[in-house]
């Protein structure tokens, strides 16, 4: 039996690839370095990436796959039982119809594994127990080499890259955004009288399952007056659907009116903050975005492991934290969130500046 500690040496090079990673949109982000280097070391393949509609738009065209297969999760959930279980498995018949030769498992969930089993594909490469969770090993026939301490999930991704091609060299694949939503992006800065890559762009929202790791509004507040006075720069704020509480909070507060950006799809959204000079926010799929789109990131970490939720190492990031003897955690019910308010604009604003000075030296 193939243990799970050896390398893939001997196995044929393979010509047809699911890599999966179904979600969320910052997961899939994170991945794609991982999956430009599955393409550098298999150029010739046919490579499809299974995701879930809700994540794919930030993904569509991205040029290393030569496709998506979209997971029809939101047309599911508005299925009754008695359709959705047919058309779960007409989706399945169309993954077998496929026949890949190669499953990379980049999710290493309970659904990710029965995905890559039900594809009927023979090999399927996966993570671990140490890193795999919900029986998703029970599904994979291969397994990269365990790990002893925590990891950044790009550094994670990462290894599964490099169990094909131990040389292989993490670089940064950017997003695919096309050059009608950089052009809107442009024409609205225009119109403002703000330059490209002259704002600081502000995301104070997150996912509604992400709001405990949230800063508070009125503290995003303070830091835009900040930036607009002390540093005399444009200020951006970025928002999603279901978000526009927490915008109308900061500007109830501020003193300095931000420009508020209009209602975007995530590509526009991602445009706006590659036109920018810094990102600024805390553990969302955005942050992830700037870190592809070349935008230094300033990030604000409450509950969040700074290790394990790191921006990509190649974009300058600063990560702003508190040392409180609770966090890392995971406890979305707490009452307290004092790793958050700990967190003051002044020590935002200390490693803005160090961003910017960076940059200026550069």
């Not at 090079?13 to 982000?29: M, N, Q, T, Y």
């Not at 890392?328 to 604009?345: E, G, S």
């Amino acid at each position: 039996m193939k243990k799970e500690t050896e390398p893939a040496l001997s196995t044929a090079v393979p010509e047809k690839i699911l890599v999966i990673r179904l979600s969320a949109i910052g997961d899939a982000v994170r991945t794609a370095p991982a999956v430009y280097a599955v393409r550098k070391t298999f150029p010739d393949a046919v490579i499809h990436w299974l995701v879930e509609d809700r994540c794919a738009d930030i993904l569509t065209d991205f040029p290393v796959v030569d496709g998506l297969k979209l997971v029809p999760r939101r047309i599911w959930k508005k299925m009754g039982i008695l359709k959705r279980i047919p058309s779960f498995f007409r989706f399945i018949g169309e993954l077998r119809r496929e026949k890949y030769d190669l499953v990379v498992d980049f999710h290493g969930i309970l659904k990710s594994g029965l995905y890559g089993r039900l594809s009927a594909c023979k090999r399927r490469v996966g993570y671990p127990k140490d890193i795999a969770k919900e029986w998703n090993t029970l599904f994979t026939n291969e397994k990269i080499p365990a790990v002893s301490s925590p990891l950044s999930r790009y550094t994670r991704n990462f290894l599964m890259a490099r169990y094909f091609d131990v040389d292989v060299k993490e670089v940064n694949p950017g997003l695919p955004i096309s050059s009608d939503d950089k052009q809107m992006a442009q024409e609205f800065l225009t119109k403002y009288g703000i330059g490209l890559q002259s704002a600081v762009f502000l995301y104070p929202g997150t996912s509604a399952r992400g709001r405990y790791k949230r800063w508070a509004p009125e503290n995003y507040a303070k830091l835009s007056d900040m930036i607009q006075l002390k540093l005399q720069m444009p200020v951006l704020i970025g928002w999603g659907p279901g978000e526009e509480g927490i915008v109308d909070q900061l500007m109830e507060s501020a003193s300095e009116a931000p420009v508020i950006l209009p209602t975007t799809t995530m590509k526009e959204l991602a445009a706006f903050i590659g036109a920018s000079r810094v990102f600024i926010g805390g553990d969302t799929g955005p942050m992830h975005i700037a870190s592809l789109m070349g935008t230094p990131v300033v990030t604000i970490f409450g509950p969040s492991d700074p290790i394990v939720n790191e921006p990509a190492r190649f974009t300058p990031f600063r990560i702003v934290t508190a040392t409180v003897d609770c966090s890392p955690c995971r406890n979305k019910k707490c009452n307290h969130l004092k790793c958050l308010t700990a967190v003051t604009p002044d020590m935002v604003m200390d490693s803005l500046k160090a961003v910017l000075s960076e940059q200026n030296q550069g």
